[in-house]
């Protein structure tokens, strides 16, 4: 049985001015997505900016969402490093504060080998009980995934169960899909590619869309489960200029931007992350008016 199927939002981390995590303000998000609809809350992302959260930091928020959904919705921990014994100790304490699964990024940097991989993510999974899933998007880290490390890490570790896709390559995916004779759950990490990772029979997104559009990104999921593919694919190209629009700098630069924007209270980034450019936002005031959520 997947984790979650639908949508699940890949959440950010709201600060405070002085730049300390703003569990008020968080805990305004995390009720904003379960009342419209979400299907899953992942915390602790790149869309958290866990790359410049303390180990301490990290963790507690990961407690703090998990104690603040109360079991409504599943929670599933970014816990992923570039070096496997950090991930290993974020796995298990993200376990131990009752996260559902856990979220593991392929190693930024040091961009292993597919043997190399295959090894990182067996120790961190063998760590612990709770289900994994795997994060692939070279974009960012300079290290892609392939298919057959994939299948075979889902073959061989019972708690391995999928992956994010965020390569962008379609046709990665298909022979992906190819492969995995039904063993690999399926989650789109782009949301420009929700349908047509679902018509490879993926089981939903993690999306960055999510924050500012719970409702309609759980219902692109919805009306495709439910057969109603041609209002799910109107509802995917309706989000497009959004969509651009978020990612038109850095996430979550953008998105962070837009929930100020709307009144939720994101707050500010922290370095080297910076605001978002005067000359962007009118680009993204327009496209949240014109998808009618500002």
């Not at 992302?45 to 603040?68: F, N, P």
């Not at 004779?181 to 029979?201: A, C, H, M, R, T």
Request: glycine fraction near 10%.
């Amino acid at each position: 049985m997947a984790v979650f199927t639908g949508a699940g939002v890949a959440i950010v981390t709201p600060f405070k001015e002085n730049g300390d995590v703003d569990y008020e303000k968080f805990a305004e998000l995390v009720e904003f997505q379960i009342k419209n609809g979400t299907d899953a809350i992942i915390v602790c992302g790149t869309t958290g900016e866990a790359s410049t959260l303390t180990h301490e930091e990290h963790l507690a928020v990961i407690k703090y969402c998990v104690d603040r959904t109360a079991g409504r919705v599943p929670v599933v921990a970014g816990t992923g490093s570039n070096c496997t014994q950090t991930a290993v100790y974020l796995s298990q304490e993200a376990e131990k504060s009752g996260a559902d699964a856990v979220l593991l990024v392929t190693p930024y940097y040091n961009k292993a080998t597919q043997g190399g991989l295959y090894r990182h993510f067996k120790t961190i999974a063998d760590a612990i009980k709770i289900p994994a899933i795997l994060y692939n998007v070279p974009g960012r880290t300079g290290c892609n995934l392939l298919p057959e490390t994939v299948v075979k890490l889902c073959s061989d570790v019972e708690n391995i169960v999928g992956v994010k896709e965020a390569s962008g390559n379609i046709s990665q995916v298909v022979k992906l899909m190819a492969l995995a004779e039904g063993k690999v759950d399926l989650y789109s990490g782009n949301d420009d590619q929700i349908v047509p990772l679902l018509s490879l029979g993926g089981k939903g997104v993690i999306s960055v869309l999510s924050n500012v559009a719970p409702k309609e990104t759980h219902e692109i999921c919805s009306k495709f489960f439910a057969g109603d593919v041609a209002g799910s694919c109107a509802l995917q190209l309706k989000a497009l200029e959004l969509y651009n629009a978020l990612f038109c700098e850095v996430n979550p630069i953008p998105v962070k931007k837009a929930l100020n924007l709307m009144g939720l209270g994101a707050g500010s980034l922290r370095m080297p992350l910076t605001d978002m450019e005067e000359a962007n936002v009118p680009k993204l005031e327009k496209a949240m008016k014109e998808f009618g959520i500002l």
